[in-house]
């Protein structure tokens, strides 16, 4: 009996990397075997995980020889940076740097790493239209991914550079979901600019990266684009009143405005959303559907990811 590949899995415990997780561990065929990297592995989270068959190991972004244990014996790894828990590119480039090194040290085969586009090729520092961040920027937590990029690159790591979208979990976790507006009713407000907004449920992008790493030596050195669906601000607030069975109402907020709205990352996310929607076509169309259901053909609608999480929508369970 063979002994299974190990994918190592940064982030484990967060959204792209317990998708993953989850993915490898539910393949019925058990093509690898998975090792879950977490700052605490006596967490609830890491313990569930343990449960349905992962191995743990400790290991920090900003801790080199951790990473390096952790990639040790591995035959790949999904390299992904969470930009929201310090609002730091610069951090984030450099825990890429740390990841690409350790993953040449360790001799992998494979390597995925979670990025975004520079918006800085569409929009150049000097347009006052959108407010230049931190000196250099025009949405940090995008650029810094692309210009990551680079770093594994450089170190000569065979790399899959997968490109997501909008998570729908934002309407969860960033509370970006429907609100009641002054007559009661509910309302959708985000700057879309009259532009369809590329969305995906995070389970699918761990799927897609399973889907990365079967495929081996062809999808190495690629750029792939994945999303769900295309949906316009008023599909999707059609889709919230199906799913709350109530009337939603879209309000397509100008950029400026939502930028004012003084919540951390309000500026930058309005720079984000006013960005790819004067570049929408080259946004979805580097997000293509088709593409992304043969990677995975359980993709979820937008519907589907709302029925199955409609109780942890902030204004439902706030209710």
């Known amino acids: 009996m063979s002994i299974a590949r ?5 982030g484990a415990t967060g959204q792209q990397g317990g998708g993953l997780m989850r993915a490898i561990l539910r393949d019925p065929e058990r093509r690898f075997a998975v090792r879950a990297v977490t700052r605490d592995p006596h967490s609830e989270r890491a313990r569930a995980l343990a449960r349905i068959g992962a191995e743990l190991v400790a290991a920090d972004l900003d801790d080199p020889p951790s990473l390096e244990r952790a990639f040790d014996g591995a035959y790949g790894a999904f390299c992904v940076t969470f930009f929201w828990a310090h609002f730091s590119p610069e951090r984030e ?7 690409a090194a350790a993953a040449r040290r360790a001799g992998l085969q494979h390597v995925i790493w979670s990025t975004l586009e520079d918006t800085r090729q569409w929009v150049a520092l000097e347009d006052q239209r959108i407010p230049t961040l931190m000196g250099t920027y025009k949405v940090p937590h995008m650029d810094a991914k692309a210009e990551a990029n680079h ?14 979208s909008f998570f729908w979990e934002n309407f969860i976790s960033f509370g970006m979901g429907p609100r009641p507006g002054p007559d009661g009713d509910l309302v959708l407000a985000l700057p879309l600019m009259g532009q369809p907004l590329a969305g995906i449920a995070a389970e699918d992008i761990g799927k897609c990266a399973y889907r990365l790493f079967q495929r081996g030596e062809a999808a190495i050195g690629q750029t792939v684009g994945i999303a769900g669906e295309h949906l316009t601000g008023d599909q999707m ?28 990352g309000a500026v930058e996310l309005g720079n984000m959303f006013q960005i790819e929607a004067e570049h929408a076509a080259a946004v979805l169309s580097a997000r293509d559907l088709t593409r992304t259901r043969d990677l995975n053909p359980e993709l979820q609608t937008f519907s589907a ?4 999480h409609r109780g942890l929508l902030p204004m439902v369970s706030d209710a």
Do not use: C, K, N
């Not at 190990?6 to 940064?10: H, K, M, R």
């Not at 480039?93 to 990841?99: E, H, N």
């Not at 405005?257 to 951390?264: A, D, E, N, Q, T």
């Not at 990811?305 to 199955?308: C, N, R, T």
């Open 6 to 10: 190990i994918i190592t899995v940064l």
């Open 237 to 264: 607030a059609a889709g919230f009143a199906q799913a709350l069975d109530r009337p939603v109402h879209f309000a397509d907020l100008p950029p400026d405005v939502y930028r004012s709205l003084g919540f951390p």
């Open 93 to 99: 480039i450099a825990q890429a740097r740390t990841m």
């Open 151 to 164: 770093v594994f690159l450089d170190a000569g790591v065979p790399t899959t550079f997968l490109v997501t």
């Open 305 to 308: 990811w709302l029925a199955e």
